[in-house]
């Protein structure tokens, strides 16, 4: 029953914008979209301004490192660590805690 509530993805649209009607919904979902082209045209602009062949970006803590320094490149590459972690373990049965409650 959590995959239900907690599934993402375009299957689980249809359940989701009845839970919270069709206008406000479709609103959701088009801002969404935008968010998340601009997001990825600002990460395509970084890559393509800040790419050399001696310095190559090849993850998210390499733009970091050349945008805000050293410090920078750990913090990302940590945060990445923990979302890869999260997005891989997020069924139930794998988590060490229940979803539903």
Known sequence: MASLYYSLGPFNAGYAVASVGLLPGITLYILFGIFAFLGGFL??????????????????????QRVYGTWCRHLFSLLQSIQLVLNVGKSSSSLPFTLEG
């Open 43 to 64: 990460l395509w602009r970084l890559f393509l301004h800040l790419d050399s062949v001696r310095y190559p970006i090849r993850m998210y803590g390499d733009i970091g």
